[in-house]
């Protein structure tokens, strides 16, 4: 049976819809960012866990959000453009999306369904993770303040 997770998609920042079963067989961690959070830094140690396992089959999916404290007002092509100059990211990125209330993106609503956190289904705040196995399985949630490095763990057990 096909992962629910490998029948969503997404838009990357230009608008074009990216099918989620592109990343069927991988690990995959799906991040919701913001690039003027105090936790931004973060991208620099996303972007180490996806140059150190991309090559084993690890993927990264970031997915700007201006839900919390309105820390990403970037337009789509601008907010790409600053995390790649000024955090260095090179993991896929996709459009401005909503985490939580009526237009939660359908990632993050099928995501949030799979595995609750310390507000129960809600979104807490930027740089939620969510580790999913290689067959699309949510495994496990990560708090906004995990670094990446504490997840590095999880990642290697499920490559």
Same mark, same amino acid.
């Given at each position: 049976m096909v992962s629910e997770f490998y029948q969503l998609s997404a838009n990357n920042p230009q608008g074009q819809s990216v099918d989620m079963a592109a990343f069927e067989g991988k690990v995959v961690l799906v991040v919701n960012t913001a690039?003027?959070?105090?936790?931004t830094p973060q991208f620099e140690g996303l $972007?180490? &866990?996806?140059?150190?396992?991309?090559?084993k089959g690890f993927? *990264?999916?970031?997915?700007?959000?201006?839900?919390?404290? #309105?820390? $990403?007002? &970037?337009g789509n092509d601008v907010m790409?453009?600053?995390?790649? *100059?000024?955090?260095?990211?090179?993991f896929p990125l996709? #459009?401005?999306?909503?985490v939580n209330g009526p237009h939660t993106h359908p990632v993050f609503k099928y995501?949030?369904?799979?595995?609750?956190g310390f507000l129960g289904r809600r979104i807490k705040w930027n740089f939620?993770?969510?580790?999913?196995?290689k067959n699309g399985k949510p495994v496990k949630r990560f708090a906004p303040v995990t670094k990446p490095a504490d997840i590095e763990v999880h990642i290697k057990a499920l490559l």
């Open positions: 690039t003027q959070c105090g936790l $972007e180490k &866990l996806y140059q150190d396992y991309k090559g993927v *990264i999916l970031g997915f700007p959000c201006n839900q919390f404290g #309105e820390q $990403e007002p &970037l790409e453009e600053t995390c790649k *100059i000024n955090h260095g990211v090179t996709f #459009e401005k999306i909503e995501l949030k369904s799979r595995l609750s939620t993770k969510f580790l999913l196995d």
